[in-house]
T-cell receptor
Framework: DTEVTQTPKHLVMGMTNKKSLKCEQHMGHRAMYWYKQKAKKPPELMFVYSYEKLSINESVPSRFSPECPNSSLLNLHLHALQPEDSALYLC????????????FGQGTRLTVV | GIQVEQSPPDLILQEGANSTLRCNFSDSVNNLQWFHQNPWGQLINLFYIPSGTKQNGRLSATTVATERYSLLYISSSQTTDSGVYFCAVSLDSNYQLIWGAGTKLIIKP
């Protein structure tokens, strides 16, 4: 199984809603990542978890709250988002944080209304 | 910081054509990767190629580290090759990639 599975694939939420994005991998990878990608732009790194501990937070607003409950799961909790947060959110995993080959999920297309 | 520039920004070709995509980077790197993002958003690693040449089927890549550029070749293009091709580099082992802006490739049947 070389898949990173993200749910939901699409999400529309209001600015007062609370929602969560989910990412799952069963490859035994110990590093997991959240990226944000705006249209026609490359992905931007948001968070890195290494061995279930947050190791990088790229100055992301607190309305985005990551969580790594175990080595296979990564969540991104969303609350009080703004319309400019609408984007494709990609999850990725790699064997370790220093590993050079990462597998990406298909992403969640988020629209904030 | 390091700059990564890709060219051309857009490329439209007929099925069966060959193409060359270029990635220039402004400093020495110890990691360079090529990715393909399909129209549905799926991002897939194509090559890890900090130097030298690699081939995988119809795709091949060459990186000339001393001259700070990499080329991705696609031969006999198919419509499934459409999407955005990204080059990304990193300077250390922390996998913090610096991405180019991408080349959008459209293959027409």
């Amino acid at each position: 199984d070389t898949e990173v599975t993200q749910t939901p694939k699409h999400l529309v939420m209001g600015m007062t809603n609370k929602k969560s994005l989910k990412c799952e991998q069963h490859m035994g990878h110990r590093a997991m990542y959240w990226y944000k990608q705006k249209a026609k732009k490359p992905p931007e790194l948001m968070f890195v978890y290494s061995y279930e501990k947050l190791s990088i937070n790229e100055s992301v607003p607190s309305r985005f709250s990551p969580e790594c409950p175990n080595s296979s799961l990564l969540n991104l909790h969303l609350h009080a988002l703004q319309p400019e947060d609408s984007a494709l959110y990609l999850c990725a995993s790699s064997l370790t944080r220093g590993a050079l080959w990462a597998f990406f999920g298909q992403g969640t297309r988020l629209t904030v209304v | 910081g390091i700059q990564v520039e890709q060219s051309p920004p857009d490329l439209i070709l007929q099925e069966g054509a060959n193409s060359t995509l270029r990635c220039n980077f402004s400093d020495s790197v110890n990691n360079l990767q090529w990715f393909h993002q399909n129209p549905w958003g799926q991002l897939i690693n194509l090559f890890y190629i900090p130097s030298g040449t690699k081939q995988n089927g119809r795709l091949s890549a060459t990186t000339v580290a001393t001259e700070r550029y990499s080329l991705l070749y696609i031969s006999s293009s198919q419509t499934t090759d459409s999407g955005v091709y990204f080059c990304a580099v990193s300077l250390d082992s922390n996998y913090q990639l610096i991405w180019g802006a991408g080349t959008k490739l459209i293959i027409k049947p």
